[in-house]
């Protein structure tokens, strides 16, 4: 973002010793003896520590530069973690997927820190305060601080120091900066005198040791992202566990619905033969009738005497021998009428039969003549 605070600087390095110098330290003017903390820039500084309507500070010598203020600050925030020996980082949270919602990882804590370095990892022109934790069995942990004053921290640098270190705090001078002007809104505000507090190790300090959760966030955190991970894969398994649960409830249900519709089938089918056979029952059972009433006409029709010489043809071979009576399908004997010679069922003959001419005898009608 484009450095919107023209900031001036209260410490410069003090060539004779290489060292930072407060400006209230050395001679006015010139005369300091300082050069601007940012080697990067370099140039002769001019001390104002006489003035009366400005705080003390230090001018360029040709035009303030951009990264100087940042410069100073990472410096002396290194020199307040190497000193206190530890430093307090800001809650960390990360968004549970499992949950869907963020959760608390672990609140603000003061963790002891075996060394800090200024070193340029993210690509800015200030350097990055580079902090490194140690266990007990001598592995090492580095994480970096990053201050936002003049220049807000991009994500591009957030992801180049990410490739380094394990997690990226972002100490955030702005915001406490914006909520102090607007605290000050109606009384007399001094952008200079408020830019001056920053580079102030007792400032530096509570910044870096207490927990100002408004003002310290992880920008970064390979702890949050792991953990972020591993939420986002036990969703992914319970999702996958209820999808499974979910297709062999379905599958149990079509089971089911296949089962009842091949028992509906089966009793269909069962019904549909049952009625079948009784249908063929009652087809064969009028077939009979049928036949019987066919076979029943064809008696009634063979038993009148106009029909009777239908009969002869097949009779009449049987009739003219004696050794057996002359039987027809019907069960009728027939007789030859010795007087007449009509041949015809035994009914039709008053008396015949008898040794040597059992199909031999008298008919009804000549018996009746002869009386
Ligand atoms: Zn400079
Ligand atoms: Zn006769």
Not at 7 to 15: D, K, S
Request: hydrophobic share 30%; proline share 4%; net charge positive.
């Amino acid at each position: 973002m484009a450095a919107d605070l023209d900031l001036p600087i209260v410490y410069g390095i003090y060539v004779p010793t290489g060292e930072l110098r407060h400006v209230t330290d050395v001679e006015n003017g010139k005369a300091c003896d300082c050069v601007c903390p940012d080697p990067h820039c370099g140039q002769r500084l001019i001390a104002r520590n006489a003035g009366t309507k400005r705080i003390p500070h230090f001018a360029h010598e040709s035009g303030s530069c951009a990264w100087s203020a940042e410069y100073l600050i990472s410096i002396l925030a290194a020199d307040v973690i190497t000193e206190s020996g530890s430093i307090t980082f800001p809650e960390l949270t990360f968004f549970d997927e499992e949950k869907g919602q963020r959760v608390c990882r672990s609140g603000a804590r003061r963790i002891p820190m075996a060394r800090a370095e200024l070193k340029e990892l993210s690509g800015r022109q200030a350097p990055d305060v580079v902090v490194t934790w140690r266990s007990s069995s001598g592995s090492e942990r580095s994480f970096a601080i990053v201050f936002q004053l003049r220049h807000t921290v991009s994500d591009d640098e957030v992801k180049r120091l990410s490739e380094h270190v394990e997690g990226v705090v972002v100490v955030d001078l702005r915001k406490h900066m914006r909520e102090a002007k607007r605290r000050m809104a109606d009384k007399h505000y001094d952008r200079a005198e408020m830019a001056s507090r920053y580079q102030d190790k007792r400032l530096i300090r509570s910044f870096l040791l207490e927990d100002r959760p408004k003002y310290k966030t992880w920008a970064y955190s390979a702890l949050a992202e792991r953990l972020h991970a591993e939420s986002a894969e036990r969703k992914e398994a319970a999702e996958k566990r209820e999808r499974r649960r979910r297709e062999e409830k379905e599958r149990r249900r079509r089971a089911k619905e296949e089962r009842l519709r091949r028992e509906r089938e089966e009793r269909a089918e069962r019904e549909r033969r049952r009625r079948q056979g009784r249908e063929e029952e009652a087809r064969r059972a009028a077939e009979e009738r049928r036949r019987e009433a066919a076979e029943e006409r064809r008696r009634e029709e063979a038993m009148r005497p106009e029909n009777y010489g239908k009969y002869l043809p097949t009779i009449l071979p049987l009739v003219d021998q004696q050794e057996r009576p002359a039987m027809d399908e019907f069960g009728r004997h027939w007789v030859r009428c010795e007087s007449c010679g009509k041949v015809a069922p035994d009914r039709e003959f008053s008396l015949y039969g008898g040794n040597g001419r059992l199909n031999l005898g008298t008919c009804t009608e000549c018996m009746r003549k002869r009386r």
